[in-house]
């Protein structure tokens, strides 16, 4: 898939300061966020699903980890972040452990089309700025 190719290199940059700090000031946050999705529609969002420690959320196209990897550390929750695309990965791996939720932290190579879970296995579905 080409659109999957400028994924891939645009994660490449990921942690680059000039776009971690316009990630900031247009988004309010700096997790290497890849669309439009604001912290507080993500607060929004964490807040409509009423996640807590009990809970898996499936973040479908994590990219690097926003903002599914966010929610699990606002609400204590599990995130398995899916995405085909695994240049991400790292980002959001270090975020898991930089943020003290690494073992809540599940991230998996996948599309949204063929989820490679067990059904009931999750409790809540976000996907930010995800076509597909
Ligand atoms: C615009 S980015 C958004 C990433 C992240 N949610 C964010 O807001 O930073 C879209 C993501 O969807 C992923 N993606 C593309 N096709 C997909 C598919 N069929 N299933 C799941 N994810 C897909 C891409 O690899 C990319 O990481």
Redesign the pocket.
């Known amino acids: 898939m080409q659109?999957?190719e400028r994924?891939r290199s645009r994660y490449a940059v990921s942690g680059d300061a000039a776009l971690l700090a316009a990630e900031l000031e247009a988004l309010g946050t700096d997790y290497s966020?890849?669309?439009y999705?604001t912290l507080t529609q993500a607060d929004d969002i964490g807040d409509w699903l009423s996640l807590d420690e009990d809970d898996v959320l499936l973040d479908?196209?994590?990219?690097?980890g926003?903002?599914g990897l966010y929610l699990a550390r606002r609400h204590g929750c599990a995130v398995i972040s899916?995405?085909?695309?695994s240049e991400?990965m790292p980002t959001l791996k270090q975020r898991a452990l930089a943020d003290g939720c690494g073992k809540q932290a599940w991230p998996v190579i996948g599309?949204?089309?063929a989820i490679p879970l067990r059904p009931r296995s999750i409790d809540a579905i976000v996907h930010?700025?995800?076509l597909?």
């Open positions: 659109e999957v994924f966020a890849n669309g999705t479908v196209g994590a990219g690097c926003w903002p899916l995405d085909p695309v991400g599309v949204a089309e930010a700025d995800v597909c």
